[in-house]
């Protein structure tokens, strides 16, 4: 079931800043494009109620196979409506490309909110993906849960403690590069 209860727009500035409206985008149009290939995140309102998120690749979630590719030239003119297109609870992110290779996307607000929300196991997930496994164990003694991370190998390469498996898997550390 989709949320469609919207924030205020103070609200929406107090969680992801002050936007752009899209004529000023517009103007800025091809910064805000570097901007967001180089790692940032652009607000672009609408009616200040349509609000969509210019962002690396990197924050656009799906298939990318199924996602329109609009030229970043005619991204711009159609701005508007690209916009409204995503922010609709319905809407589907964009790519923006260059020669057919996208560079950046555009993505509804409400899909940055849902993931503004910091992770309990950001590091725990990063080991796990990272082919690591975690072992939990409690702690008699000094009455702890203790997480240790291993590698392949067996070689332990992150440890964390807690008063509870959530505070011993947050206390992990991100796994090495």
């Known amino acids: 079931m989709i949320n469609k209860e919207r924030l205020s727009y103070d609200e929406?500035?107090?969680?992801?800043?002050?936007?752009?409206?899209v004529e000023d985008a517009r103007a800025r149009w091809a910064s805000l494009v570097e901007e967001a290939r180089n790692g940032s995140t652009v607000m672009i309102t609408r009616e200040r109620w349509q609000w969509a998120g210019l962002v690396p690749l990197s924050k656009v979630g799906g298939v990318w196979s199924g996602m329109p590719?609009?030229?970043?030239?005619?991204?711009?003119?159609?701005?508007g409506d690209l916009v409204r297109q995503v922010a609709d609870p319905y809407g589907e992110p964009v790519l923006l490309g260059r020669h057919r290779t996208p560079v950046a996307g555009l993505v509804a607000a409400h899909v940055?909110?849902?993931?503004a929300a910091p992770s309990d196991h950001s590091a725990a997930?990063?080991?796990?993906?990272?082919?690591h496994t975690i072992a939990l164990s409690h702690d008699p003694v000094e009455e702890l849960v203790v997480a240790i991370a291993r590698n392949q190998n067996g070689a332990e390469v992150s440890a964390g403690?807690?008063?509870n498996s959530r505070e011993a898997l947050r206390a992990l550390a991100e796994p090495p590069p």
């Open 112 to 115: 940055l909110l849902d993931k």
């Open 12 to 21: 929406l500035v107090a969680l992801l800043g002050v936007p752009f409206s």
């Open 125 to 131: 997930d990063a080991l796990l993906v990272g082919g």
């Open 161 to 163: 403690a807690g008063r």
């Open 69 to 79: 590719l609009v030229p970043v030239s005619t991204a711009r003119s159609k701005l």
